[in-house]
């Protein structure tokens, strides 16, 4: 009788350990949370614009010689597209190829000048310790906090399970989430764009995941 309740035991445990939750995010500094974040790396991703989805694996770097961030995406049936942010340091729009203007597809003409500026403003925003630049979080309520970099600032929130940076534009709210935390970075990370037409109800018009295989220092 006493192995058997031995042995009871032990797979109780054992089941305990396999639902066991993980890391606590509000637990930790918000700042660690942010350099968690990953724009360098490849993985793959799904792009889901309205009625229209893509599959498709990724490629990320910056390029500090050339101050350039860059996003190389290989869609079935287009082949590969490119994003890439020059002059990111200072988060200037310049050129545009051709996955800016799939994304631009979401989003109503009127409103294109924000997004350009608004998600180069976020890509630097992550970026920041590779840049050379200090970000400065202020606390606001034990998940809530208001960071800024230089004279833009971002509403960051910080859940259990989850980290979310958002940024409003004009009719637009842009949000970049993290979650499923690694030792070093977050591999799941998510771009999204939400109408804020009616505030009680946002309509996402754009939505980018990411999963993140390799994380680029």
Known sequence: ?????????????????LFQKGPDYTKQPVEKLLDALSFTGEGR????????????????AYLSDLDQWGLSAGLPFYGEEVLIYKSIKTAAVKDVQSFEVRLLESVPVKWHKDFQTTSRKLV???????????RNCVTQSAIQFECSLENDTFSVEVFPSKIVITKKIS????????????????DRTSLTLNSLDSQSNPKPELNLELFWSEFQE
């Open 124 to 134: 630097r925003f992550i970026l920041a310790p590779k840049l050379g630049l200090k």
């Open 45 to 60: 991703g799904r792009l889901e614009m309205g009625e229209k989805s893509y599959v498709f694996s990724f490629e990320s």
């Open 171 to 186: 009719k637009f709210s842009m949000s970049y989430s993290g979650t499923n935390l690694t030792e070093s970075f977050f």
């Open 1 to 17: 009788m006493i192995p058997m309740i031995r042995l009871l035991f032990l797979i109780l445990i054992s089941s305990c350990a």
